[in-house]
């Protein structure tokens, strides 16, 4: 059985980041949260779910083209996902 990994984008990308399909794979999620709501142009792998935390988007003023989640349904794909990352930018450069 193939595990999943959620990925947790808490924070808005200067640039395109180098290493983001060094850590996604499919089956994996990657959730925009925070300040990372700035990122919906990203391109994601295929077979990798985008999604966005429906509270960040609102209180930033950002409409997303990605599914949203709120936070009811944040718990629930934590509490399914094999392990937990929070991308940081040591981990995309």
Do not use: K
């Not at 990657?30 to 966005?52: C, D, Q, R, T």
């Not at 997303?64 to 937990?84: G, Q, Y």
């Amino acid at each position: 059985m193939a595990s999943s990994t959620l990925f947790l984008l808490p924070l808005r990308l200067p640039a395109p980041p180098r290493r983001l399909d060094h850590w996604l794979r499919p089956g994996d999620q990657l959730l925009l949260l925070e300040e990372g709501v700035y990122n919906l142009a990203l391109s994601l792998p295929e077979g990798v779910s985008g999604f966005a935390l429906a509270a960040d988007c609102t209180a930033r003023g950002v409409e997303s083209p990605w599914a949203t989640l709120d936070d009811a349904a944040f718990v629930e794909a934590a509490a399914r996902a094999d392990r937990i990352v929070t991308l940081t930018p040591s981990l995309l450069a």
